[in-house]
């Protein structure tokens, strides 16, 4: 049983490292796949045995890149049972209170494509600085339920993603696997990245409006994040009411809508934030 784990990359020096060592450790890092856009802050030198495919730089063109993507995963299914990809601020696992690793549950192979249960993880008030070197779970407490983190990821037949890779052709089943987003979960981390993104050429000038807002404005939108209704109480694993009422949520969003077939709303999320349980915090 192998499965691959994919990311593309540019200059990502802060995701890069933690997205390395946790699939290093999930999958094994011959079997990790780096797609590096053009990177020219040393990011993508000297990872060993992860497989590092070099691409011309270009504009950030989202569909695109899903467009190759999902070519480069499909071609990789002729080797590895399975293939997952993220972007580098995704971490996906299993819950470790159901299965002993990430290649435990693959290899039961029950679906042909996973989507996850996703989750902003939140940078609270009174929180510090995330310290790289330690893992990135015992320095933050709290995760937020986000349609747009519910990504197909995991896939056993090739796919064709959609740009950002929120939607594929494949209806969304959801079986055991969480991703959480970070993109969020350092305010410091979030305005460098910012500040790249903000900069670099887009073929579309009016794509993805919250990579290029001012610093001002992502440092308000972190305050919104960290002012949300903490909920410590809530239970999370795959019978969890709470979790059960959010997907129940998020797919009813796609209810009559002709342009969402077998789909949902990616803008859904529940107003609250759930504290993140004590048996992921060793997980990365």
């Known amino acids: 049983m192998t499965v691959a784990a994919v990311t593309m990359a540019y200059n990502e020096s802060d ?3 933690i997205w390395l060592r946790h699939y290093s450790a999930q999958v094994g890092a011959l079997n990790c796949y780096v797609i590096d856009h053009g990177s020219d802050d040393g990011s993508t030198e000297g990872l ?3 497989n590092v495919v070099r691409i011309p730089r270009s504009p950030q063109d989202d569909q695109r890149r899903a467009e190759f993507v999902s070519s480069f995963c499909a071609s990789l299914l002729l080797w590895h049972d399975a293939v997952l990809h993220t972007d580098t601020d995704e971490i996906v696992f299993v819950d470790p209170a159901r299965y002993p690793s990430l290649l435990a549950y693959c290899a039961l192979g029950r ?20 310290d790289p070197m330690h893992p990135v779970l015992l320095q933050r407490r709290w995760m937020q339920f986000y349609g747009s983190m519910a990504k197909p990821v995991l896939i056993r037949r090739p796919v064709q993603w959609v740009g950002g890779f929120h ?13 959480l987003h970070l993109r969020w979960f350092d305010r410091d981390i979030g305005l ?6 903000r900069a670099q050429p887009w073929a579309d000038p009016e794509a993805a409006w919250w990579q290029k807002v ?7 939108m972190f305050d919104r994040n960290a002012a949300v209704e903490p909920r ?7 019978d969890a009411p709470d979790l059960a009422a959010a997907v129940a949520g998020l797919l009813g969003e796609s209810a009559g809508r002709p342009d969402l077939p ?7 999320s529940v107003p609250a934030r759930w504290r993140i349980p004590k048996r992921f915090r060793s997980i990365f």
């Open 262 to 268: 077998d789909t949902f709303n990616i803008n859904y």
């Open 192 to 197: 460098r990245r910012l500040a790249r993104t």
């Open 232 to 238: 410590p109480d809530v239970q999370i694993g795959r």
């Open 48 to 50: 060993g045995a992860v």
């Open 167 to 179: 939607r594929a052709d494949a209806k969304p089943v959801f079986d055991d696997l969480y991703l």
């Open 15 to 17: 995701f890069l490292p």
């Open 214 to 220: 001012s610093d001002e404005e992502c440092n308000r």
């Open 111 to 130: 679906h042909a494509v996973v989507t996850t249960y996703g989750f902003n993880v939140v940078h609270a008030s009174g929180e510090t600085a995330i």
